[in-house]
Structures are given as C-alpha cells and as structure tokens.
C-alpha cells in the first residue's frame, strides 16, 4: 500500500519518522479513530482495522512512528495532537500512567489470559487491551549441531564448539548490549532487577544490578563473553541472518524470528534457553503487547469500542497473527494455532517459565545501564566493577 507522509507530523516533533499506511488514508482532522504503532505492528494491523472500520461506518488510520514511539506518543498526547490509541508492551504502562498519557479501559477479560491482564495492569485498574505473549527461546540448527535440548549453558556450548559452526550462539549484545536478550542468563547467574515487597509490588530501592548475583551474573556472562560464545560484534541488525545463514549452532530469539528461519529453510528446533550449571534456571522476560486509549484521544468512544471489539472476538487479532505471528492471549485463537502452527505455539510453554518485566515506571532507569553494562563485561570490562556502577546509576535514576 501506498505510504504518504502524515503533515501533522512536524507539531509534535516527529519529522519523517511516521508515516500512514493504507492508501487513501484520512488525516487525523478526517479519521474517526487514529492508532499509532511501530512498522511492524501497522503492518499486521492495516487490513483488519479497514474490515473494522467499514463494519462499524467508520474512517480509521494506523500509523507508523519509526523511533521512539512511547516518548513521542507521551509528548503528542500532551500536546492534545496524538491518536486515539497507542500499540505498546506491558513495560510501558507505569510511566504513561504516570504522565497521565492513558486512561483505564473496560474490556471483557474472559477467555483471554489472566497473566497478561496483570502485566498491563497498575494501581488495581487495567490500561491495555493485551493482544500478544512475547517471550524468547533457544532455536537449534540440527545441521551444525547434535544437542537440540541442552540441558545447561555449559551443555550448548560444548555441543555448539564441537560441530562447524562459525559461532556457538547468535545472541544479540551489540556495542551498547541488550538487556531484554540477555535476560535468562542474568536471571540464571543470580541477577534480579528489583526485590518485591511483601505484598509483591516491587521495590526499587532494591536494585539487584549491581547485588552479590547481578555480579555472579555478570562474571558467568564475563566468561562467556572471553570464550568467545558471546559477541559484540553480533547484534540486532546481524544476529537473525547469521543464525539464518548457517554461521550460528544456537540463536536466542523469540517468535519474530519464526518467518525468516522457515524461509532460509532451516532443519531447526525450538527448545527453552538452558541457565547456567549449578545455579538458577533461565527465567526469560514475558512480554505482552497491548493496545492503550490515550487520555486526551479526540475519539475515546471509539477508542474504546476498538479495544472492545478487539478481544470480543478473534476477528482481529487472527488477521494481525497472519501477518505478524505472535502468541496469542485469547484461549480460542490459542487453540486454533496449536493445530495450524505448532511451533509458533511452543512459545506458549516456554512462557510458564518466563516473567512479566516490571511495568513500573522505574523500569525506564534500568534498560539502558544494564544493557551497557552486559555489553562491556562481554567485551572484557571487570563484571564487579561494571555491575555496581550501573547499579548504582539505576538507583540514583529511581529515587
């Protein structure tokens, strides 16, 4: 479909970055109802918003912000220039509750997974319309490798420096890391990002970077990084083509990553990530993508009705997952793909061991440092010293 610039674009600060997707779209002064995502979600969302919006003699438009959504979206809505709703993860929820950017929703919760409720939930009322699980898992090229199931980290690598592969594992870190990529093994080595409290919610003046495990963590991730199983060099532009390429035994990745490797061809299987020998299991992050009603929406009954609508039914969500493959939350789209794509399914399993990054405002302290941190103790940098010092940075952010 023909992309056309957005000219409104320019009052909130986002320049060329967005753009609306779907022909002869409306401007935002004709659209009854405006939706904002990243490119691959309005991909995924085009179609099944038009068959909405025709269903219900409506005009609605998404659009594409390339960079920066949740900062821009947060700035335009103050602005009273934004969209109606917002295509965001759970981890979003604290901070644009916080800046009074979304509004509570009233959805009806049946049939649709109670974890991913919880995880766009805040202060006891529930801020998305949750759509999609995310979580990562172990892909295994059968060709290069004769371990599909490692049992442990130690087990993967000894397996992957015995095949051909040119690298063991094909697990994004990049210059400037990443955190969320990195998670089962920081969690495996003893690392927490914050304590909870006695009633669960967190406690952010326990930052657990730069405790006794965030340090264990970072030498075991240290180690890896000195044998070589851990790269700089391999990042979240290259990671995927390499793994796809044939280069890597072992990829670290979640659904998203489905497509590609089934169009390279690969004899692959997907099994969960291993922790490390003697100490805590992987516990990879839950993600939950979710739709949000801004506060100052110029529609918010149709606003609302859309995130209705949205998990009414599996009209919507079905035609997103045909183009953009992701766990579903709603038990009947679930049991629909469990026979239609089984793979894509297994992801479901692996999510019972996995846990919902924070949605609490402070989380926005903690990506950055942790992720530089992991970057640099891959690259050689001392794991003490680098880990206390991003603890601390995350601490200084919080208080």
């Keep these: 479909m023909k992309r056309i610039a957005v000219i409104a674009a320019a009052a909130v600060g986002l320049g060329a970055g967005l753009t609306a997707c779907g022909g002869q779209s409306p401007n935002r002064g004709e659209a009854d109802l405006v939706i904002w995502a990243d490119a691959i979600r309005t991909g995924a969302l085009e179609a099944p918003l038009k068959a909405w919006a025709e ?16 900062s821009n979206f947060v700035t335009a809505n103050e602005a009273k220039n934004g969209p109606d709703v917002v295509i965001g993860a759970q981890d979003w929820t604290g901070k644009l509750v916080q800046n009074s950017a979304i509004v509570p929703i009233q959805i009806s919760a049946e049939g649709v997974s109670q974890a991913a409720i919880d995880a766009v ?3 006891g009322q529930t801020y998305g319309a ?5 979580t990562l898992g172990l892909f295994v090229n059968n060709a290069l490798t004769d371990n599909a199931a490692p049992a442990t980290i130690e087990d993967m690598v000894a397996a992957g420096q015995a095949g051909s592969a040119e690298n063991v594992l094909c697990l994004q870190v990049g210059e400037s890391g990443d955190a969320y990529h990195m998670q089962p093994l920081f969690t495996s080595g003893g690392g927490y990002i914050f304590g909870t409290n006695a009633d669960g919610s967190f406690n952010t003046a326990d930052v657990g970077v730069g405790s006794a495990g965030g340090i264990e963590a970072a030498k075991k991730i240290g180690e890896l990084g000195a044998e070589g199983v851990l790269k700089n060099s391999i990042n979240g532009d290259n990671s995927l083509q390499l793994f796809n390429d044939g280069k890597c035994a072992y990829l670290v990745s979640g659904p998203w990553a489905l497509a590609g490797i089934r169009e390279a061809g690969l004899d692959f299987t997907l099994s969960p990530i291993p922790g490390f020998a003697g100490l805590d299991p992987a516990e990879p992050p839950l993600g939950v993508q979710a739709f949000f009603v801004a506060s100052n929406a110029k529609s918010p009954a149709f606003a609302q009705q859309f995130v209705n609508d949205l998990l009414a039914d599996t009209t919507i969500t079905r035609a997103m997952n ?3 493959a992701r766990v579903p939350t709603q038990d009947a789209l679930a049991e629909q793909l469990k026979a ?18 924070p949605n609490i405002p402070a989380m926005e302290a903690v990506w950055s440092p942790l992720g530089q941190a992991e970057a640099a103790v891959v690259g050689g940098a001392d794991p003490a010293s680098t880990f206390e010092a991003a603890g601390k940075e995350i601490a200084s952010s919080v208080q």
């Design 121 to 123: 939930s805040y202060g």
């Design 322 to 324: 045909n183009s953009d």
């Design 55 to 70: 269903k219900n003699g409506l005009t609605a438009v998404v659009q594409t912000v390339a960079t920066d959504l949740q």
């Design 340 to 357: 239609s794509d089984p793979i894509l399914m297994q992801f479901l399993d692996l999510a019972q061991s996995a846990k919902a990054m």
């Design 130 to 134: 949750p759509y999609a699980i995310e």
